[in-house]
Protein backbone atom coordinates (compact mmCIF):
# COMPACT_ATOMS: atom_id res chain seq x y z
CA UNK A 1 0.00 0.00 0.00
CA UNK A 2 1.17 3.84 -1.00
CA UNK A 3 2.35 5.62 1.92
CA UNK A 4 0.28 8.46 2.75
CA UNK A 5 2.07 11.59 2.36
CA UNK A 6 1.05 16.05 2.57
CA UNK A 7 1.45 17.36 -0.93
CA UNK A 8 1.52 20.69 -2.23
CA UNK A 9 0.68 21.46 -5.78
CA UNK A 10 2.13 25.03 -6.65
CA UNK A 11 0.00 25.80 -9.53
CA UNK A 12 -3.17 22.93 -8.47
CA UNK A 13 -5.36 25.21 -10.51
CA UNK A 14 -3.87 24.76 -13.59
CA UNK A 15 -4.08 21.74 -16.55
CA UNK A 16 -1.06 19.81 -15.12
CA UNK A 17 -1.97 21.02 -11.64
CA UNK A 18 -5.58 19.48 -11.14
CA UNK A 19 -4.42 16.58 -12.85
CA UNK A 20 -2.10 16.17 -10.26
CA UNK A 21 -4.26 17.05 -7.63
CA UNK A 22 -7.14 14.82 -8.51
CA UNK A 23 -4.22 11.67 -9.23
CA UNK A 24 -3.24 12.51 -5.27
CA UNK A 25 -6.01 12.73 -3.71
CA UNK A 26 -7.64 9.64 -5.53
CA UNK A 27 -3.89 7.44 -3.98
CA UNK A 28 -5.11 8.89 -0.45
CA UNK A 29 -3.12 11.43 -0.23
CA UNK A 30 -3.76 14.92 1.58
CA UNK A 31 -3.50 17.89 -0.73
CA UNK A 32 -3.16 21.50 -0.43
CA UNK A 33 -3.55 23.78 -3.76
CA UNK A 34 -1.57 26.67 -3.83
CA UNK A 35 -2.34 29.19 -7.17
CA UNK A 36 -3.32 32.48 -7.36
CA UNK A 37 -5.44 32.16 -9.83
CA UNK A 38 -4.69 34.37 -12.02
CA UNK A 39 -5.41 32.61 -15.08
CA UNK A 40 -8.54 33.16 -16.72
CA UNK A 41 -10.88 30.11 -16.01
CA UNK A 42 -9.30 28.16 -13.77
CA UNK A 43 -11.41 28.46 -11.32
CA UNK A 44 -13.59 25.69 -13.10
CA UNK A 45 -10.49 23.09 -12.51
CA UNK A 46 -11.17 24.22 -8.85
CA UNK A 47 -15.00 23.47 -9.30
CA UNK A 48 -14.18 20.09 -11.00
CA UNK A 49 -11.90 18.97 -8.02
CA UNK A 50 -14.82 20.16 -5.32
CA UNK A 51 -17.39 18.13 -7.41
CA UNK A 52 -15.01 15.37 -7.03
CA UNK A 53 -13.54 14.93 -3.74
CA UNK A 54 -15.47 18.25 -1.31
CA UNK A 55 -13.55 19.33 0.99
CA UNK A 56 -10.65 16.61 0.87
CA UNK A 57 -8.11 19.38 -0.07
CA UNK A 58 -7.55 22.67 1.19
CA UNK A 59 -6.93 25.26 -0.73
CA UNK A 60 -4.16 28.51 -0.51
CA UNK A 61 -4.89 31.46 -2.41
CA UNK A 62 -1.45 33.57 -2.73
CA UNK A 63 1.18 34.12 -5.11
CA UNK A 64 4.62 32.52 -5.98
CA UNK A 65 5.98 35.88 -4.98
CA UNK A 66 4.98 36.32 -1.62
CA UNK A 67 7.73 34.51 0.21
CA UNK A 68 6.00 34.65 3.14
CA UNK A 69 3.22 32.41 1.57
CA UNK A 70 5.39 30.13 0.64
CA UNK A 71 7.06 29.24 4.11
CA UNK A 72 2.99 29.11 5.51
CA UNK A 73 2.43 27.07 2.31
CA UNK A 74 5.49 24.10 3.11
CA UNK A 75 5.04 23.84 6.32
CA UNK A 76 4.72 19.92 7.29
CA UNK A 77 4.52 19.05 3.54
CA UNK A 78 6.14 15.63 2.13
CA UNK A 79 6.45 16.62 -1.41
CA UNK A 80 6.05 19.35 -3.61
CA UNK A 81 4.88 19.52 -7.12
CA UNK A 82 6.15 22.65 -8.01
CA UNK A 83 4.02 23.80 -11.43
CA UNK A 84 3.04 27.15 -11.04
CA UNK A 85 4.36 29.70 -13.74
CA UNK A 86 4.38 32.26 -16.12
CA UNK A 87 3.71 29.53 -19.28
CA UNK A 88 3.94 32.01 -22.29
CA UNK A 89 6.89 33.02 -24.65
CA UNK A 90 5.08 35.45 -26.10
CA UNK A 91 4.11 37.02 -22.53
CA UNK A 92 7.38 36.85 -21.11
CA UNK A 93 8.20 38.92 -24.25
CA UNK A 94 5.91 41.84 -23.40
CA UNK A 95 6.65 41.84 -19.72
CA UNK A 96 9.91 39.84 -18.96
CA UNK A 97 9.34 41.55 -14.99
CA UNK A 98 6.52 39.98 -14.61
CA UNK A 99 7.72 36.48 -16.21
CA UNK A 100 11.00 36.89 -14.07
CA UNK A 101 9.35 37.21 -10.66
CA UNK A 102 6.60 34.30 -10.88
CA UNK A 103 8.97 31.68 -12.90
CA UNK A 104 12.99 32.84 -10.94
CA UNK A 105 11.73 34.55 -8.22
CA UNK A 106 8.69 32.09 -7.54
CA UNK A 107 10.99 29.18 -7.61
CA UNK A 108 13.34 30.22 -5.23
CA UNK A 109 10.56 30.94 -2.82
CA UNK A 110 9.62 27.58 -3.10
CA UNK A 111 13.11 26.11 -2.84
CA UNK A 112 14.37 28.57 0.61
CA UNK A 113 10.35 27.82 2.16
CA UNK A 114 11.43 23.66 1.81
CA UNK A 115 15.13 23.82 2.86
CA UNK A 116 14.08 26.47 5.92
CA UNK A 117 11.71 23.81 7.15
CA UNK A 118 14.58 21.49 8.24
CA UNK A 119 12.41 18.42 6.59
CA UNK A 120 13.60 17.88 3.17
CA UNK A 121 10.94 17.93 0.97
CA UNK A 122 11.37 16.09 -2.30
CA UNK A 123 10.48 19.09 -4.90
CA UNK A 124 9.58 17.95 -8.28
CA UNK A 125 9.99 20.59 -10.52
CA UNK A 126 7.79 21.30 -14.02
CA UNK A 127 10.38 22.87 -15.85
CA UNK A 128 10.62 23.17 -20.63
CA UNK A 129 12.38 22.29 -23.49
CA UNK A 130 12.71 25.81 -24.10
CA UNK A 131 16.07 25.95 -21.94
CA UNK A 132 17.93 24.75 -24.82
CA UNK A 133 17.10 27.38 -27.03
CA UNK A 134 16.37 27.09 -30.67
CA UNK A 135 18.96 24.26 -30.81
CA UNK A 136 20.50 25.89 -34.32
CA UNK A 137 23.36 23.80 -33.82
CA UNK A 138 21.83 20.71 -34.27
CA UNK A 139 21.50 19.73 -37.85
CA UNK A 140 17.84 19.11 -39.03
CA UNK A 141 16.81 17.77 -42.56
CA UNK A 142 13.10 18.42 -44.40
CA UNK A 143 11.23 15.90 -45.50
CA UNK A 144 7.53 15.52 -46.97
CA UNK A 145 5.20 15.93 -43.50
CA UNK A 146 7.60 16.76 -40.97
CA UNK A 147 11.49 18.42 -40.27
CA UNK A 148 13.49 15.58 -38.32
CA UNK A 149 17.04 15.35 -36.72
CA UNK A 150 19.85 14.52 -39.19
CA UNK A 151 21.99 12.22 -36.25
CA UNK A 152 19.75 12.17 -33.01
CA UNK A 153 17.68 8.91 -34.05
CA UNK A 154 16.77 8.71 -30.18
CA UNK A 155 16.30 12.91 -29.74
CA UNK A 156 17.77 15.51 -27.39
CA UNK A 157 19.48 13.91 -24.53
CA UNK A 158 20.16 15.95 -21.18
CA UNK A 159 23.87 16.92 -22.18
CA UNK A 160 22.09 19.57 -24.59
CA UNK A 161 23.50 22.70 -24.26
CA UNK A 162 21.61 25.15 -22.27
CA UNK A 163 20.40 28.05 -24.53
CA UNK A 164 18.26 30.34 -23.13
CA UNK A 165 16.32 31.97 -25.66
CA UNK A 166 13.38 34.41 -24.42
CA UNK A 167 12.88 35.80 -21.18
CA UNK A 168 10.52 32.64 -20.71
CA UNK A 169 13.79 30.60 -21.59
CA UNK A 170 15.71 32.77 -19.19
CA UNK A 171 12.86 32.78 -16.16
CA UNK A 172 12.60 29.03 -16.18
CA UNK A 173 15.86 28.20 -17.40
CA UNK A 174 16.94 30.06 -14.13
CA UNK A 175 14.63 28.07 -11.98
CA UNK A 176 15.66 24.81 -13.57
CA UNK A 177 19.24 25.17 -12.75
CA UNK A 178 18.31 26.45 -9.06
CA UNK A 179 16.54 23.63 -8.39
CA UNK A 180 19.27 21.19 -9.28
CA UNK A 181 21.67 23.36 -7.16
CA UNK A 182 19.56 23.11 -3.87
CA UNK A 183 20.01 19.11 -4.07
CA UNK A 184 23.51 19.69 -4.00
CA UNK A 185 24.67 22.68 -2.04
CA UNK A 186 21.74 21.98 0.88
CA UNK A 187 21.12 18.40 0.27
CA UNK A 188 17.42 18.80 -0.89
CA UNK A 189 15.82 15.78 -2.48
CA UNK A 190 14.71 17.56 -6.19
CA UNK A 191 13.93 16.61 -9.25
CA UNK A 192 14.33 18.56 -12.46
CA UNK A 193 11.55 17.65 -15.50
CA UNK A 194 12.72 19.23 -18.63
CA UNK A 195 9.25 18.61 -20.37
CA UNK A 196 8.03 18.70 -23.84
CA UNK A 197 4.57 18.71 -24.99
CA UNK A 198 2.07 17.58 -22.20
CA UNK A 199 -1.97 17.78 -23.66
CA UNK A 200 -4.69 16.32 -21.92
CA UNK A 201 -8.18 16.78 -20.54
CA UNK A 202 -8.27 19.97 -18.55
CA UNK A 203 -6.24 21.97 -20.69
CA UNK A 204 -7.42 25.37 -21.72
CA UNK A 205 -5.16 26.13 -24.76
CA UNK A 206 -4.90 29.33 -25.86
CA UNK A 207 -2.70 29.97 -28.96
CA UNK A 208 0.81 31.03 -27.40
CA UNK A 209 0.30 28.27 -24.64
CA UNK A 210 -0.69 24.61 -24.98
CA UNK A 211 -0.69 24.63 -28.77
CA UNK A 212 -2.12 20.42 -29.14
CA UNK A 213 -5.23 21.35 -26.91
CA UNK A 214 -5.51 24.79 -28.57
CA UNK A 215 -5.80 23.52 -32.17
CA UNK A 216 -8.22 20.84 -31.55
CA UNK A 217 -10.15 23.34 -29.13
CA UNK A 218 -10.10 25.47 -32.22
CA UNK A 219 -11.18 22.91 -34.74
CA UNK A 220 -13.49 21.49 -32.56
CA UNK A 221 -15.55 24.52 -32.07
CA UNK A 222 -14.66 26.02 -35.94
CA UNK A 223 -12.30 28.95 -34.83
CA UNK A 224 -9.44 30.04 -37.31
CA UNK A 225 -5.96 28.62 -36.71
CA UNK A 226 -2.80 30.43 -37.40
CA UNK A 227 0.29 28.32 -37.85
CA UNK A 228 3.60 30.24 -37.18
CA UNK A 229 6.43 28.30 -39.61
CA UNK A 230 5.52 25.55 -42.07
CA UNK A 231 3.47 23.01 -40.31
CA UNK A 232 6.42 20.60 -40.44
CA UNK A 233 7.83 21.74 -37.11
CA UNK A 234 7.86 18.49 -34.46
CA UNK A 235 7.27 18.47 -31.11
CA UNK A 236 6.91 14.43 -28.94
CA UNK A 237 3.29 14.59 -27.41
CA UNK A 238 2.96 13.27 -23.90
CA UNK A 239 -0.52 12.49 -22.65
CA UNK A 240 -0.93 13.49 -18.82
CA UNK A 241 -1.67 10.17 -17.60
CA UNK A 242 1.92 8.95 -18.79
CA UNK A 243 3.25 12.37 -16.86
CA UNK A 244 1.97 11.39 -13.32
CA UNK A 245 3.28 7.78 -14.00
CA UNK A 246 6.57 9.53 -13.99
CA UNK A 247 6.21 11.54 -11.43
CA UNK A 248 5.16 8.60 -9.21
CA UNK A 249 7.95 6.64 -9.97
CA UNK A 250 10.27 9.97 -9.62
CA UNK A 251 8.89 10.04 -5.67
CA UNK A 252 9.09 6.32 -5.03
CA UNK A 253 12.38 6.18 -6.02
CA UNK A 254 13.80 10.03 -5.04
CA UNK A 255 16.57 7.58 -3.66
CA UNK A 256 17.51 7.45 -7.69
CA UNK A 257 15.96 10.52 -8.47
CA UNK A 258 17.54 13.45 -6.21
CA UNK A 259 19.11 15.79 -7.80
CA UNK A 260 18.73 14.31 -11.15
CA UNK A 261 17.26 16.42 -14.59
CA UNK A 262 15.15 14.00 -16.84
CA UNK A 263 14.24 15.08 -20.45
CA UNK A 264 10.85 14.14 -20.57
CA UNK A 265 8.13 13.69 -23.13
CA UNK A 266 6.81 11.16 -25.60
CA UNK A 267 9.79 10.21 -27.67
CA UNK A 268 10.45 9.50 -30.94
CA UNK A 269 7.46 7.19 -31.34
CA UNK A 270 5.11 9.72 -30.01
CA UNK A 271 6.15 12.82 -32.44
CA UNK A 272 4.08 14.49 -34.70
CA UNK A 273 4.33 17.84 -36.64
CA UNK A 274 2.11 20.51 -35.29
CA UNK A 275 -0.19 20.50 -38.62
CA UNK A 276 0.61 18.05 -41.60
CA UNK A 277 0.81 14.93 -39.47
CA UNK A 278 -1.64 16.04 -36.65
CA UNK A 279 -3.99 16.86 -39.25
CA UNK A 280 -5.02 13.51 -40.56
CA UNK A 281 -5.52 13.01 -36.40
CA UNK A 282 -8.00 15.42 -35.86
CA UNK A 283 -9.67 14.53 -39.70
CA UNK A 284 -10.44 11.01 -37.97
CA UNK A 285 -11.85 11.80 -34.31
CA UNK A 286 -13.40 14.60 -35.45
CA UNK A 287 -14.54 12.81 -38.36
CA UNK A 288 -14.45 15.35 -41.20
CA UNK A 289 -12.16 17.05 -43.68
CA UNK A 290 -10.47 19.68 -42.01
CA UNK A 291 -9.28 23.16 -43.77
CA UNK A 292 -5.76 24.30 -44.26
CA UNK A 293 -4.94 27.29 -41.57
CA UNK A 294 -3.40 30.39 -41.96
CA UNK A 295 0.39 30.86 -42.13
CA UNK A 296 2.71 33.31 -40.88
CA UNK A 297 6.59 33.67 -40.37
CA UNK A 298 8.01 31.49 -37.55
CA UNK A 299 8.48 32.69 -33.89
CA UNK A 300 11.73 33.62 -32.32
CA UNK A 301 13.22 31.03 -30.52
CA UNK A 302 11.06 28.89 -32.04
CA UNK A 303 12.33 24.96 -32.44
CA UNK A 304 11.99 23.25 -35.99
CA UNK A 305 12.34 20.11 -33.81
CA UNK A 306 12.55 19.36 -30.73
CA UNK A 307 11.90 15.30 -29.40
CA UNK A 308 13.22 14.48 -26.11
CA UNK A 309 15.40 11.20 -25.46
CA UNK A 310 13.44 9.46 -22.71
CA UNK A 311 16.45 6.87 -22.20
CA UNK A 312 17.63 7.99 -18.91
CA UNK A 313 13.80 8.05 -17.16
CA UNK A 314 13.70 4.54 -18.63
CA UNK A 315 16.39 3.35 -17.27
CA UNK A 316 16.55 5.09 -13.51
CA UNK A 317 12.91 5.02 -13.03
CA UNK A 318 11.37 2.78 -15.17
CA UNK A 319 9.28 4.63 -17.15
CA UNK A 320 7.73 4.24 -20.64
CA UNK A 321 5.05 6.41 -22.38
CA UNK A 322 1.77 4.05 -22.83
CA UNK A 323 -0.68 6.31 -24.45
CA UNK A 324 -0.24 6.77 -28.34
CA UNK A 325 -0.61 10.13 -30.00
CA UNK A 326 -3.77 8.46 -31.80
CA UNK A 327 -5.69 7.60 -28.03
CA UNK A 328 -4.53 10.68 -26.78
CA UNK A 329 -6.06 13.22 -29.24
CA UNK A 330 -8.86 11.00 -29.20
CA UNK A 331 -9.66 11.39 -25.01
CA UNK A 332 -9.02 14.94 -25.52
CA UNK A 333 -11.28 15.46 -27.88
CA UNK A 334 -14.26 14.12 -26.21
CA UNK A 335 -13.45 15.79 -23.30
CA UNK A 336 -13.39 19.19 -25.70
CA UNK A 337 -16.42 18.40 -27.12
CA UNK A 338 -18.20 17.65 -24.00
CA UNK A 339 -16.96 21.33 -22.11
CA UNK A 340 -17.45 23.02 -25.97
CA UNK A 341 -20.05 26.06 -24.77
CA UNK A 342 -17.25 26.65 -21.48
CA UNK A 343 -14.26 26.17 -24.30
CA UNK A 344 -16.00 28.29 -26.62
CA UNK A 345 -16.14 31.34 -23.76
CA UNK A 346 -12.80 31.22 -22.73
Known sequence: MQERRSVLVTGGAGFIGSNVVDHALAAGHHVTVFDDLSRPHVDHNIDWLRERHGDAFDMLVASLTDADACERAVQDVDVIYHLAGQTAVTRSVADPRRDFEVNALGTLNVLEAGRLTGRRPIVLYSSTNKVYGAMEGVATVELATRHAYRDLPNGVDESQPLDFHSPYGCSKGAGDQYVRDYARIYDLPTVVFRQSCIYGPRQMGVEDQGWLAW???????????????DGKQV???????????????????????????????????????????????????????????????????????????????????????????????????EWITANRDRLSAV
Open 215 to 229: FVIALATDQPITIYG
Open 235 to 333: RDVLYIDDLLKLYDAAVERIDVAAGQIYNVGGGPKNAISIWWELKPLAEEVLGRRLADPCFDESRPGDQAVFIADIGKARRELGWEPSVAPQDGIRRLT
